[in-house]
Nanobody, 115 residues
């Protein structure tokens, strides 16, 4: 059974930083592309970033390019999202997923950016 557990969220001021983590189990993590998606309050899910199985290729939605960095540690089955220069519009529940088109994701971690 696929299990994904996100952590690292919190409340920060604009311009602040957070590092999200996702602990994965129940599947072969090292052979799967992984994604981060988010759901802002009152809105639908939006794709944030993805990383290849080996970690050598990554992509970002335009609104986070240059501010967020996705990474992974296949020896620990961990996925990360370093978020810098946070903006109020980054406020959302963040989820990691093996497939952004599916509902396979963890419980999420809340990120609130507010002054």
């Amino acid at each position: 059974e696929v299990q994904l557990v996100e952590s690292g969220g919190g409340s920060v001021q604009p311009g602040g930083s957070l590092r999200l983590s996702c602990a994965a189990s129940g599947f072969d993590f090292s052979t799967n592309r992984m994604d981060w998606v988010r759901q802002p309050p009152g809105k639908g899910l939006e794709w944030v970033s993805a990383i290849s199985s080996g970690g050598d290729d990554a992509g970002y939605t335009d609104s986070v390019k240059g501010r967020f960095t996705i990474s992974r540690d296949n020896t620990k089955n961990m996925l990360y999202l370093q978020m810098n220069s946070l903006k109020t519009e980054d406020t959302a529940v963040y989820y990691c997923t093996t497939d952004p088109a599916s509902n396979i994701r963890g419980p999420g971690t809340q990120v609130t950016v507010s002054s």
